[in-house]
């Protein structure tokens, strides 16, 4: 009878365990261009992605690697010879650090990058990058959990760059590019 009871438990946890290892992975991919790549690549649980790329050339790559907890991701690239990269892990200890990243870019010839790791169980790790002009480049990089970072560039030929990754983490950053009309006008965008 003891052997019994015990078998059972053990099939019950086991069970009970498997959909926490398996996750939520989705994924929906749209390109309407030619010549247009995307590559998503998701492990764990809780993974999304979405991406929408309209242009040609367009180059989209996805990696989130969240073990227990984490993920989603949502890239729209309107224009053409755009590339967008998203890496997100996760440390594992399924208390649902999240780690967010939005990219839309819709000139054409932008590149935005974005590497999120969370390192401890707290709340979030998030990213939005929007580049609407031509040429424009974003980095971001973010290692703790706490993070917070975003950037919009409206103009070309811009560069902005985001590095975090305190230990004690709880920073956040906001990048905006002015920009300079034919007049000598600056405005904030």
Known sequence: MK???LTSVSAIALL???P???GDNTSTVSQSGTNSSALVSQGGSLSTSDVTQSGDADMATVN???TISGGSSSISQEGSNDTATVTQSDDGSGGTPLSLSNIDQSGNGNNATVNQATSTN???SESDISQSGNNNNANVGQVDD???SSIDQISDGNTATVNQGDA???RRRQLRQFVHDHAGRQWRT
């Open 146 to 148: 706490w993070q917070y």
């Open 20 to 22: 926490a290892i398996a």
């Open 168 to 170: 004690t983490g709880n």
């Open 64 to 66: 989130q690697d969240g």
């Open 122 to 124: 707290a709340i979030t």
């Open 16 to 18: 009970s365990a498997a």
């Open 3 to 5: 052997k019994l009871i």
